[in-house]
């Protein structure tokens, strides 16, 4: 039986992002899923499908000839310390860049987030993709202890470790100074979060991402390029008061709500990717990134 192409997709897909945001723990996931082991399906068939698949889908690895990618440390003195990161850019670049911040999700640099790094380093850019969870040993090689990890750190100390970030790539002896940011799910809010509190900051893009209070917003000085999925009721309920609070303080932004796609969309490791979603928002993002840092 295809999961992805039956009835029961979405209401697994919505149990899933509850699990994965932490808004039930693993016994209840799995008593939830459970209840569509019926007709063919079984447990292990539906989180065979739900989990993520790091090893198939990797569109720039490693190795790739086009990109130089090394991992670098850097200080977060307000946060947790000493901040490991993927730093990446075209290989045969000797010349100064504009620089991205990539921001992961709620479970540490993973594969994918090290992919997506260095996809904007392949782009043009020079791009670092930190790993909060260096203070607790950094990325554990899962998601679910990934997340576990994670939130054993405050998401305040986890923000600073970002904008030291930043701090980092805009005085790179390789970078132009300017430095936009993009990330996802938590790394959205980060991204949102990063532009109330870097006056400075060239331009943001978060992708289904928590939005700030609305007495923040007017600290906001970067223009933003705000990624929504139209099926993803939980982060999309802040998204009208956020809208609301832009246009009463006139900031620079757009939004785009990609149409019956899901939470995680650009993802392409899970089965709430989009292919057609994913393609066209990373072209806006890269696009949004070359008129305002280049």
């Known amino acids: 039986m295809n999961i992805k192409d039956s009835e029961v997709a979405q209401d697994l897909y919505d149990i899933y992002d509850y699990y994965v945001h932490s808004k039930i723990d693993r016994r209840q996931f799995m008593d939830r899923i459970s209840v569509y082991a019926v007709g063919g399906l079984t447990v292990p068939s539906i989180l065979a499908f739900l989990m993520p698949n790091y090893a198939s889908a990797q569109q720039i690895r490693s190795e790739d000839p086009r990109v130089k990618s090394d991992y670098v440390a850097y200080k977060s003195e307000k946060g947790g310390g000493t901040i490991k990161g993927l730093l990446a850019q075209p290989a045969d670049n000797q010349q100064k860049l504009p620089g991205v911040v990539v921001v992961h999700e709620n479970r540490g640099l993973n594969p ?15 791009s670092l993709g930190p790993d909060a969870l260096t203070p607790l040993g950094g990325y554990p090689g899962n998601d679910d202890d990934g997340r576990l990890l994670q939130r054993k750190r405050d998401r305040n100390e986890m923000l600073e470790d970002f904008i030291a970030a930043y701090e980092y790539l805009k005085d790179h ?14 790394g959205g809010w980060i991204s949102n979060m990063m532009a109330v509190r870097i006056p400075e900051l060239n331009a943001a893009v978060p992708f289904y991402g928590g939005q700030p ?32 609070a832009l246009d009463a303080h006139k900031k620079d932004y757009v939004a785009h709500i990609y149409p019956e796609v899901n939470h995680g969309f650009h993802n392409d490791t899970t089965p709430r990717y989009n292919k057609e979603a994913a393609a066209l928002a990373w072209e806006r993002t890269v696009g949004f990134f070359k008129e305002h840092l280049m």
């Open 112 to 126: 994918h987030i090290e992919d997506v790094t260095r996809r904007a380093g392949l782009a043009g850019f020079i």
């Open 173 to 186: 002896p390789l970078c132009t100074g300017k430095v936009g940011v993009v990330g996802f799910c938590f």
């Open 213 to 244: 209070d609305d007495e923040d917003v007017p600290s906001i000085k970067a223009p933003l390029m705000l990624q929504y999925a139209s099926l993803d009721k939980r982060v999309n309920a802040g998204w009208p008061d956020y809208a609301v």
